[in-house]
């Protein structure tokens, strides 16, 4: 019910915040190590319309707002497009943090069910291939990354092994709760 899915809101905005300090970590590393694959003005500003969106997101969990399945649907896609932007001014989809769009597969399922977990596959796909499009073409707005640092590809696979372990620990404990009302 309506409940359920502004606790889901709550829930997608704690994941937001993971999410945005970890970008912003990864911009501290990339100014470090001086990667220049992508532009820190355009990530930094996709930073900053993130945490206004996921400002506003917490607004609307309070009680006086409805929460329908369409607004989950609408956050989903912000952060798709979020993400998308991210990427493109950091190397395209050769980027390997373009394995986050995995992510929100599973977080849409969460979220909305069968339908979320089909729009964000949807979703994910089309924004892939345009991401892969503008390479294609060279009409990325920074040069596509052609050959990633290792640390890229390291802390990449580790946000796969431990995004994917806090979501399937997210599926468990739902299970155990649902058995335990049953």
């Given at each position: 019910g309506a409940e359920q899915r502004r606790s889901g809101l709550r829930w997608?905005?704690?994941?937001?915040?993971?999410?945005?300090?970890g970008a912003m970590v990864g911009v501290l590393v990339?100014?470090?190590?001086?990667?220049?694959?992508?532009?820190?003005?355009a990530v930094a500003f996709g930073l900053l319309v993130m945490v206004v969106v996921n400002g506003v997101?917490?607004?609307?969990?309070?009680?006086?707002?409805?929460?329908?399945?369409?607004?989950?649907?609408?956050?989903?896609?912000v952060d798709l497009g979020l993400l998308t932007w991210l990427?493109?001014?950091?190397?395209?989809?050769?980027?390997?943090?373009?394995?986050?769009?995995?992510?929100?597969v599973v977080i849409g399922a969460l979220l909305n069910g069968r339908r979320g977990a089909l729009f964000s596959s949807g979703a994910s796909l089309v924004?892939?291939?345009?991401?892969?499009?503008?390479?294609?073409?060279?009409?990325?707005?920074?040069?596509?990354?052609?050959?990633?640092?290792?640390?890229?590809?390291?802390?990449?696979?580790?946000?796969?092994?431990v995004?994917?372990?806090?979501?399937?620990?997210?599926v468990a404990e739902r299970q155990g709760m649902e058995r335990e009302r049953a």
């Amino acid at each position: 019910g309506a409940e359920q899915r502004r606790s889901g809101l709550r829930w997608l905005a704690g994941l937001r915040w993971w999410a945005l300090t970890g970008a912003m970590v990864g911009v501290l590393v990339s100014l470090a190590l001086s990667w220049t694959f992508l532009s820190t003005p355009a990530v930094a500003f996709g930073l900053l319309v993130m945490v206004v969106v996921n400002g506003v997101l917490l607004w609307r969990t309070r009680r006086d707002f409805a929460v329908g399945r369409n607004e989950l649907l609408l956050h989903a896609a912000v952060d798709l497009g979020l993400l998308t932007w991210l990427l493109a001014w950091a190397g395209g989809v050769r980027n390997p943090l373009s394995l986050a769009f995995s992510f929100h597969v599973v977080i849409g399922a969460l979220l909305n069910g069968r339908r979320g977990a089909l729009f964000s596959s949807g979703a994910s796909l089309v924004l892939l291939a345009l991401l892969w499009g503008l390479e294609q073409a060279d009409a990325l707005p920074v040069p596509s990354l052609h050959d990633p640092p290792a640390i890229l590809w390291a802390l990449a696979l580790g946000l796969l092994v431990v995004g994917l372990g806090y979501l399937a620990l997210e599926v468990a404990e739902r299970q155990g709760m649902e058995r335990e009302r049953a």
